[in-house]
């Protein structure tokens, strides 16, 4: 069973920044593109940015381009989320996913729907205010 963990969140002011992290159990997981969500109170689950498995191919949401940056350390099996400029409306629990039942080594399109993804963390609390 495959395990995520995500960490890093916090309170953060506008304009602030935070990076989030998330380890998974597997060293498979290098071979596995990744992906960050998240869900606002009252709010649907949406989608933040994926990256493939070397980490050369990224993908965002349009609310995030230019503010955060999704990567990712193979060797620590381990995929990052750096959020800059936050303002109120990323406040949110993040979660990671990853979509396994992709094939391995995937350099298509990246998901970017829930439902593509297989394994996700128990999540992160992001609150951004003043």
């Known amino acids: 069973q495959v395990v995520l963990v995500e960490s890093g969140g916090g309170l953060a002011q506008p304009g602030g920044s935070l990076r989030l992290s998330c380890t998974v159990s597997e060293s498979i997981f290098s071979n596995y593109a990744m992906g960050w969500f998240r869900q606002a109170p009252g709010k649907e689950r949406e989608f933040v940015a994926a990256?493939?498995?070397?980490?050369?191919?990224?993908n965002y949401a349009d609310s995030v381009k230019g503010r955060f940056t999704i990567s990712r350390d193979n060797a620590k099996n381990t995929v990052y989320l750096q959020m800059n400029g936050l303002k109120p409306e990323d406040t949110a629990v993040y979660y990671c996913a990853t979509p396994a039942s992709l094939a391995p080594f995937w350099s298509g399109r990246l998901p970017n729907e829930g439902n593509e993804y297989d394994y996700w963390g128990q999540g992160t609390q992001v609150t951004v205010s003043s």
């Open positions: 990256i493939n498995w070397s980490g050369r191919n990224t």
